[in-house]
């Protein structure tokens, strides 16, 4: 670095300079343009560019450029991670590059003319822990920066990061602000992630929009005299109602009562006299409705209780529908979602099924997270999902055109004819091939050694149970009890429930069915239970703690679950979450209490359930031999376990390389726990993802398990991989693993995919 330079960086370090800058700037892009000239001018080199992280879209955008071409400025965009500058981004350290185009991580973006540039230096702009993006020089001559060159780049960077930081933040404000012509996540296509196979064309429909459009009204003059409203009414119970029983046809469990606010508005004096009131006194028919149901909608949208705001969507669903019987709307301005792809930042169960049962052709969630009963329910109900980080959709005009590919998680908006052709081709050829019927599998699995595994089914909801019977399941390891009370807009009541578990008792015949109690909170929230929101749910109350304090709900439950088994031979009451020999005495308590009732009220039940316990928590590890001396069986849920035990939220992405289930303390725990249970003689199946991992498989058959319960559709992948193993090659290989004491010793050993039939 030259001395010139060197004084014209001391120069930039002077804190008036900047202020300067800000203060003397038109606008937040002009002030970015003035910052890149200063720096390419002090750093003498020809280009110098401001890249701000934009975090809705989880990308880097080009937001200044000097050297480079102009038009590039918004363009070019990158995700973290990605190209030299996404690197930078991503390790939140410094990258240079004497040869950048050579360089494995360099990526050609054409609209910059970059390639001209061999050296590259880029460091990241950050305050504190928060990312904003990234400052980078380039010069046409190899090999140009050296370490000073690092170092004046980092001390400008942490100067400018301050007030680059506001810059970014008002930026995002404006874009807030103003409704975008364009989407600014990547205008025509998306790249999301997929939640429920499948695709899905039709005119979008934007979920929670349609509310402004009825408060404001259509262009079309209101109509509708009493009668006509009166009418309308009719219609509008006549539809419901036909909506209500496609709605149990699909999901039985969620019984009839999904539509049940709508009906009790239709019958609620204070909403429909009131529309009443006015067009008495000479309103017309549509304003009644718009003016009556705006003022609820204002009213519940303030409501602090999410059960409360969950009701908006049922309020302008039905005035949606008495609107478009009094005066026959435009397709894409009536509110129904049949043939519609709909675009939500987020759906609660309930809503989906609604929208099932009015043939949704697809959904959006644009929030970037979904929860994954949301996402098991749309695959059960055969709902195309893919879920994408650009909240900008829901500014998106109704009625756009919109395609989905629910399989590997992409959208088209406004699609052109060679993308749409192209589905439309690939879901023909779909629809010609004949799905093959699965084999049956004849008797029970074993290993290529002869010994029997036992492959169970886990089960949320009703619609899967016969997938369940065709792979050959032989009995429930895993029955979510929680799913009926997800999918309904209110507790179900004991008959409610034990109707929906005498279902799942009789489709098994006779086979074992483990019933899970309630496991809600953490990521299961139910809008109605109206919980106070809590800091850390996954640590609050949950699962087992939320049925030992609602005992009330707890013993409902208990009773349908004892009454539903009446007269089978293995029923199984299992309770989640247990951390201490005390919770379970306490739920096991409950259990036995509710029996007495039975029995005192003569009622049919099951009078000798087995009873046990996931291990879900690191508590349960050291103290199993207590637990093993109390409970009939164990279910272990790596899902949770692997949470737990390494302290790494399992549906957050951003510590999503925390999650790691092959950790050796994680392998070391379930080894312990499995010798533990066949120690006391005690059943021990596997019930999380792990079970059907078929990397991890041979080390579950190793140490010991012999009961794996999976979704139905892994069966005939996992009763493949375990007819060519031997026990003996198992142990052997669970051995090494267990002896591996880093993440990466236990990776380097299961990429090996050794020979494990010997
Ligand atoms: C688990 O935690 O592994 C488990 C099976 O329970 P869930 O995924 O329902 O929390
Ligand atoms: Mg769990």
New binding site residues.
Partial sequence: MTAKRQDLLNMLCDLSDLSALVTGSENIENFLQRTVLLVSGHLETPVCSIYLYDETADELVLKATVGLNPEAVDRVRMGSGQGLVGTVMASSQPVCEGHASQSPRFRYFPETDELLYESFLAVPIRKGVVKIGVLVVQHTEPDYFDTTDITALKATAAQLAAVLENARLLMDLQRMCSIPEKLACNQSFIKGQRAAGGFAFGRARVWGKSHVRLIAGPDTSESGDMADFRRAIGQTAAQLDALQRRCAERLPESASLIFAAHFMMLKDPKFIDRMVEKIESGSPATRAVRDVAGQYIQLFTDSPHPYIREKVSDIEDLAGRLMSNLVPLADDQNGNSGGKVVIARELYPSELLKLAAESVAGIVLANGGVT?HVAIISRSLKIPMVVVQCPELMHLDEGTPVLIDGDVGNVFVDPDKTVIDRYDARNQARRQVPVAAEPQPAGPTRTLDGTRIHLLA?INLLAELPLAGQMGAAGIG?Y?TEFPFLIRPSFPSETEQYLVYRKVVESMTGKPVVFRTL?IGGEKTLSYADAETEPNPELGLRSIRFTLAYRDIFEQQVRAILRAAAGSRTPAIMF?LISSVDDFRKARQVVTDCLDQLRAEGLEHHDHPAIGM?V?LPAVVESMAEFAAEADFFAI?????VQYMLGVDRSNKRVADYYRPEHPSVLRALNRVVRVAIEHKKPISI???MAHDETMIPFLLGIGMRRLSIDPQFMPAVRTCITGLTIDACQAYAGELLAAGSVSAVREILSRQPNLAA
């Fill in positions: 994954s886990n895993l979510r496991d989640p996931m879900e849920g790596t899902n949770d376990f019930c999380g993802e």
